[in-house]
């Protein structure tokens, strides 16, 4: 059986499984320093597509896409944004909270519909792969 099929089976193999489904939630310990806000994220790449658009002769509106799209681009680095979380202030801890840059309460997530992913892959793989657990 494939390796990536295993992620959402619950037939028991002839084999032994390696793996537990036991799931720890990982505990974090923050360093005691707060990293400069400008280490958070790594911009450079939708810095330079920003310019590009910018340059180009493009109409305006479809400027203003482009550059909101370029931001997809951006690297998070959730190691240092935690460190930061930690020594922050607690209306910024709530609004890194809420854009889900670093995850305190997993009941809150999934009441703000950031799992709704996961269950609805699971979902049609299930269905793609004519499972018998149309749970979930």
Known sequence: MNKQMLLFDNRETKTENKYTS????????????????????DQSKTKALIAEIDNSELP?????????????HAVFHYERIADYYAHSSLEMQRLIERSALVIIDFDDCIERGYVKLCESIKREYLEEYDCDDHTS
Not at 60 to 72: H, I, M, N, S, V
């Open 60 to 72: 305006e509106d479809e400027k203003e896409f482009l550059r909101a799209a370029a931001w997809r």
């Open 22 to 41: 036991k799931i720890k939630t990982p505990v974090y310990e923050p360093k005691h320093q707060k990293p400069h806000l400008l280490k958070l994220c």
